[in-house]
């Protein structure tokens, strides 16, 4: 839940990176961290285990301008996405705005995405949120691995897997080169401070 | 045969270096099967050698990750953080500071920072409206890293400190049995009893352990003990099918993929019409027949899993007569 601050006209929000495990989440922060210094509110915080898995969770204050008159700052997080830490991911997902789903373009990991949705699915539900009505993003990830020569799903029947029924807005990415990685965030942005806008009825407070 | 072998190399060098060691895994086994299997390649002993050390060395790096630790102790600059960012209610202005302490306290905890954690509720304990939740929770963390003792030391501590009331010191013990019976841990020392007054009914009292809420939307419920190596529930409520794709194996539909939608659903149970013209269909799914290879539509996503046949009805009446109703009992999705 963003946290509206009158007095200051100061609005914070958070967006969490979700997905399977080794889809990319943090290579995603790291590059909007390399990238957009001039938005970035200090320090990355990385909380990964052997081999650059994320533990507890990577964290990324941004400070997006003002709207409305207000300063907007955002938090980004991504979740440890391995199947056993379940309750980590749910933690980190609590009082969450906006999301995006990142999901692995290779072949061998369409299970894994399809089963991560249905758990971003579960623990939203947990806290109370519709996964059709939350502001979410789906990113097709890894896209730079079909030039490669590696099995890659077409961006189509990523779509027909996962977003069938969401008709989320969604790209193409490649979060190690940055290809898709700023529209993805400009995207969930857009959506979340739509999202905020109805909830905090900000017209009104305008008028008032 | 040889680009074939040089490809899924490079696949599992890939994956390898994606960190996605199982997936590596299988394209070398698939290597060293196609060079088994394989009679015109020479050095074959020697390849085989190669990729034998291949999967051996995949198998201890996956070791390695398998074995590093789940809750290492952080620095304090990342406890911090922690407590900054899982405390939610601090700057909500109906909550007390302590009790926004509290909250990130508990996120410590449930981050596996219990030192960290115990020195927050240790200090909590010094007010009065935060009391009891830091110290229930202190008593959870000693349970969670199995110090029992040291639960139970610390319960005889506090009732000689006179800390608490007698109904409150009564309510931490049973707090404290709770957690034990529902860890399934040998108790320590029994402490120094305590006078029973009539049961209170609290929040904790009597139930089954479950931290100390501080706000109503129960946020605490969550045992701080299953951050890590959890596994997905498995009692989980099922999700609405929409639709499945059959894919055959045997029988007239051998490699076709047939769709068809759900007509009903009933927990893992979906009923499917079949048209009496698909008379080769009904064939292939007599009762009882496993279909290994489902696809499960739902409306987030398609879900692969299997099912079996549980029932098949030739519909007497209605518009639908004649044709057929198929239940599939979902087994895995």
Not at chain 2, 28 to 51: F, G, P, T
Not at chain 2, 201 to 206: C, K, M, Q, S, T
């Amino acid at each position: 839940m963003a946290i509206f601050n009158i007095k200051k006209r100061e609005i914070e929000c958070k967006v969490v990176y979700y997905g399977p495990g080794r889809c990319g989440k943090t290579t995603n922060l790291e590059y909007i961290f390399k990238s957009y210094k001039k938005q970035v509110e200090g320090e990355m915080v990385s909380i990964n285990t052997e081999g650059d898995r994320t533990l507890f969770f990577d964290f990324l204050p941004m400070e997006l301008g003002k709207i409305k008159g207000c300063d907007v700052r955002v938090q980004l997080f991504t979740v440890p996405g391995q199947v056993q830490y379940s309750s980590t991911r749910k933690l980190v997902l609590k009082g969450v705005d906006g999301v995006v789903f990142v999901a692995d373009s290779l072949d061998v990991r369409r299970e894994k995405n399809m089963t991560s949705l249905k758990d971003l699915q579960k623990n939203l539900k947990e806290y109370g949120l519709n996964i059709f009505k939350i502001p979410l993003v789906i990113q097709y990830n890894k896209r730079d691995l079909q030039d490669e020569g590696l099995p890659v799903m077409s961006v189509e029947k990523m779509e027909k897997d996962l977003n069938r029924q969401l008709k989320a807005p969604s790209f193409a990415a490649s979060a190690v080169s940055g290809d898709g990685v700023g529209k993805t965030l400009q995207e969930c942005m857009k959506l979340t401070l739509q999202a905020l806008h109805r909830q905090f009825n900000w017209s009104k407070e305008d008028n008032g | 045969m040889n680009k074939r072998i040089k490809t899924l190399l490079k696949q599992a060098e890939v994956y390898k270096k994606q960190g996605l060691l199982e997936d590596a895994k299988v394209e070398y086994k698939i290597v060293a099967k196609l060079i088994q299997n394989s009679e015109n390649i020479q050095n074959k002993d020697k390849l085989l050698s190669a990729v034998s050390k291949k999967i051996a060395a995949l198998a201890r790096h996956a070791e390695v990750v398998a074995s590093a630790p789940t809750t290492p102790e952080m620095s304090e600059h990342v406890n911090v953080l922690i407590k900054k960012l899982f405390s939610f209610s601090k700057d909500n202005k109906n909550v007390s500071k302590e009790e926004a302490d509290l909250e990130g306290a508990i996120a410590l905890a449930k981050f596996g920072q219990f030192d960290a954690a115990l020195k927050e509720f240790e200090r909590l304990l010094s007010s009065a409206s935060a009391r009891l939740p830091a110290a229930k929770n202190i008593l959870r963390c000693h349970v969670t890293v199995d110090s029992s003792d040291l639960a139970f030391a610390q319960l005889d501590r506090w009732k000689s400190e006179d800390l608490f009331s007698t109904e409150q010191n009564e309510t931490l013990r049973t707090f404290l049995e709770g957690l034990l019976e529902k860890k399934k841990i040998k108790k320590g020392p029994k402490p120094a009893e305590v006078p029973s007054p009539e049961k209170e009914e609290d929040a904790v009292g009597g139930q089954p352990p479950e931290p100390e809420t501080i706000t109503e939307e129960d946020e605490e419920a969550e045992d701080i003990s299953e951050i890590e190596n959890e596994k997905d529930d498995s009692d989980e409520e099922f999700l609405d099918i929409s639709a499945v794709a059959i894919n055959f194996d045997s029988g007239p539909h051998a490699g076709e993929q047939v769709e068809l939608d759900v007509s009903f659903q009933s927990g893992n149970i979906i009923s499917l019409i079949i048209s009496s013209k698909d008379e080769s269909l009904v064939k292939n799914l007599k009762v009882g027949s496993k279909l290994d290879d489902v696809h499960f539509y739902s409306p987030i996503a398609i879900f692969r899993g299997s099912g079996i046949v549980s029932a098949m009805t030739k519909i007497a009446s209605g518009p639908k007569q004649g044709d057929y109703s198929l239940d599939i009992k979902i087994e895995s999705i």
